[in-house]
């Protein structure tokens, strides 16, 4: 029996955030790659435009519709797992928790993750969702086949030597391409990551950040504006034994510190923004240094339960420190009480074609406030250092950048609009956020 609602929707859809919001005219929630197709196809006959909406963790109107809206709860599990190609094939709508909770329990895990398990596998690709690593890439530079609905409503299979103009570009599709029913990505034997988190000095951060970078897996670090203190997180590969912390412990740090009074700092931040700096001495010179060992997707992820408005732009990796040191600057010069740290991480060059490495070894700079908190003074200021270094805003965050800035910002970008023209000529997976971005 078919899952497709023909009916005309009452919902009103909003994401993760509350940026966002969309009344589509009616859903669907199909249960298999025919499905899918079906429900594009109808869309096609009633001249609706279509997106898929996974958990809404963008913060752009990059899903957002006024046609049908697909959502993938019920396209959900793993496929098949090949022990020989070590790969594992995924149900689009899978939220990447079971995903790597069903690898853990058959001794396979991914090789790197971003730090939230909530989204899904599709929604997580599709944006170009990343982790740190210096030689391990995001989520996208995992998949090794990719199957897809296209505006015909065709079944369309792509990988390395098959439709390989469709895998270089769809791995980072913005669901401009088609929609994803099924994702094949690399896996390998699980594996153990020991942790290590020390505070550390702003200045000591930036003058070590190219060590730090190449002596270890995957490196990160948050810096808390208003003071010159940093938190430092080391993650190696390590042949254990494991030594997760403790479930007190966990709670302390995870809920307590990072949520629940986080929570609170920020709420009193927001009402009382002359409050923020002497709360983010506070909270940056309460951190302690701690070592855990666990299996990869404990030590990469953690729960987030403090919403946010975030940007995020990708740098040549060489241009981090510099760039990081003006945004700095500039908060010191400004009257803005900004109550996030600085987030920096780092990916290498890949090979896909909207990715914002590709081509080029990659830092990461986001930069976050706090929901219902007036961002766009700070967030221009910060956009303003970005773009002056080359940077590539991040799919599924917040940016004012449009199809001619990243056209020069994208050597490729011509490649992937050259596809979308060929795969959706009359833009049936268009909306008014992809036009922005992509052009007509």
């Given at each position: ?22 009344r ?28 898929t ?18 959502r ?59 982790g ?11 998949i ?5 609905v ?28 088609g ?62 034994p494991?030594?997760?912390?403790g ?12 949520n ?38 404990k ?25 990081l ?6 908060i ?10 600085v987030?920096?991480?780092?990916a ?93």
């Amino acid at each position: 029996m078919s899952a497709i609602s023909t009916e005309n929707g009452t919902r009103t859809w909003r994401n993760w955030a509350g940026t966002v919001t969309a009344r589509p005219a009616r859903e669907a929630s199909p249960a298999s790659a025919d499905e899918v197709a079906e429900a594009v196809r109808r869309a096609a006959e009633d001249g609706l435009r279509v997106k898929t909406v996974g958990t809404g963790h963008s913060f752009t109107a990059v899903a957002a519709t006024d046609g049908l809206l697909i959502r993938p709860d019920l396209l959900t599990g793993v496929r098949r797992i090949d022990r020989e190609a070590m790969t594992v094939t995924v149900e689009s709508g899978t939220p990447l928790r079971r995903l790597n909770q069903a690898l853990a329990r058959e001794g396979l895990s991914l090789t790197n993750m971003g730090d939230i398990m909530a989204q899904t596998v599709a929604g997580a690709v599709s944006t170009g969702t990343h982790g740190t690593g210096r030689d391990s890439g995001s989520l996208a530079a995992q998949i090794r086949g990719l199957e897809l609905v296209t505006a015909d409503g065709s079944l369309l299979t792509c990988d390395a030597g098959n439709n390989p103009e469709v895998f270089a570009a769809a791995r980072i599709g913005l669901g401009a391409l088609g929609v994803i029913t099924a994702v094949t990505l690399a896996v390998e034997p699980l594996f153990l990551l020991t942790a290590r988190e020390e505070p550390m000095s702003f200045g000591r951060v930036v003058a070590e950040f190219e060590a730090l970078y190449t002596e270890n897996e995957h490196f990160e670090f948050y810096w808390f504006p208003h003071t010159d203190n940093c938190n430092t997180k080391r993650n190696n590969r390590s042949a254990g034994p494991a030594v997760p912390p403790g479930a007190i412990s966990r709670w302390v740090d995870d809920e307590l510190l990072s949520n629940g009074l986080f929570q609170v700092a920020n709420s009193l931040g927001r009402a009382v923004p002359a409050a923020v700096p002497p709360i983010a001495a506070l909270a940056s010179r309460a951190l302690s240094a701690r070592t855990y060992t666990d299996i990869p997707y404990k030590v990469f992820t953690s729960p987030r339960r403090v919403r946010f408005v975030e940007m995020e732009y990708a740098l040549p990796r060489e241009a981090c420190t510099a760039a990081l040191r003006e945004v700095r600057a500039m908060i010191e010069r400004s009257p803005l009480k900004i109550s996030f740290p600085v987030e920096v991480r780092t990916a290498p060059a890949d090979d896909i074609t909207l990715s914002t490495a590709s081509g080029r070894d990659s830092a990461y700079i986001a930069v976050h406030l706090y929901r219902g908190t007036p961002h766009r003074a700070y967030f221009t200021a910060v956009e303003r250092i970005m773009t002056a270094h080359g940077g590539r805003p991040h799919w599924g965050k917040l940016h004012t950048r449009d199809a001619e800035y990243l056209a020069a910002a994208y050597p490729r970008f011509g490649e992937f609009a050259a596809l979308r023209d060929r795969l959706d000529p009359e833009r049936r997976f268009g909306n008014d956020h992809l036009r922005r971005v992509l052009g007509d």
